[in-house]
């Protein structure tokens, strides 16, 4: 069996570790920066060194796949290409109540938990997270690190962009065409038209209320 860290110890890091010891993944530990874990547990696992720490032959000897279920995507996007690069596995994981019809294409880290929907004629990328209880309808792309939280329902024919961070509740109308890359979409948001790149969209109907400078 692989021996498999996650990085990040926080609370989704810790959700993460209950659904993958669930499904049979030999967990060893955490990884990460923050000083004031070195040297502890979290609920029961230990937290084995720093982010730095991987590229340790010391750790690569004894750790064969990493899990990344961080939310900023940058960051989960970075860490995960640069760590298969050093040879580890980047798996994804897919809860056991997801439903995904078969000709859908799914990249690598993928992440899903329980109660998602996707529907069939879909692409989704690398590097990505959905909560729980979210429903992809069918001709959708979702671009490499996107995050979707809980409740997020995204109509056909839509392409979510890179880095997309999609916020609870958030539903995107059928003939929208693109929310865009680097965009937040603040929770419970209802889209009606396209949302540009970098925009920062709240309310019903979707309203930018800034942007940020790529």
Request: net charge neutral; aromatic share 6%; proline share 6%.
């Given at each position: 069996m692989k021996n498999a860290v996650i990085i990040g110890a926080g609370t989704q890091g810790q959700v993460y570790a209950s659904y993958l010891k669930e499904a049979g993944v030999n967990i060893i530990g955490f990884i990460d920066d923050n000083p004031d874990l070195e040297n502890k547990e979290v609920i029961g696992i230990p937290?084995?060194?720093?982010?730095?720490?991987?590229?340790l032959e010391d750790f690569k000897s004894k750790i064969q796949d990493v899990y990344c279920p961080i939310g900023v995507n940058s960051v989960r996007a970075e860490y995960l290409s640069t760590l298969k690069k050093e040879g580890y596995g980047i798996p994804g994981f897919l809860h056991h109540t997801v439903s995904i019809a078969p000709d859908v294409t799914i990249g690598e880290a993928v992440y899903m938990l329980a109660g998602?929907?996707?529907?069939?004629?879909?692409?989704?990328?690398?590097y990505i997270m959905i909560n729980m209880d979210s429903t992809?309808?069918?001709h959708v792309t979702l671009e490499d690190g996107v995050f979707m939280s809980s409740g997020v329902n995204i109509g056909a024919l839509i392409n979510v962009r890179e880095n997309a961070y999609i916020g609870m509740g958030v539903t995107a109308m059928t003939g929208v065409k693109e929310i865009g890359k680097e965009t937040l979409v603040g929770a419970?948001?209802?889209?009606?038209?396209?949302?540009?790149?970098y925009a920062t969209v709240v309310g019903n109907p979707a309203r930018v209320i800034k942007t940020k400078q790529p």
């Open positions: 937290v084995l060194g720093k982010y730095k720490d991987l590229f998602n929907i996707v529907m069939p004629h879909t692409t989704i990328g690398n992809i309808a069918h419970g948001t209802v889209i009606i038209k396209d949302v540009p790149e």
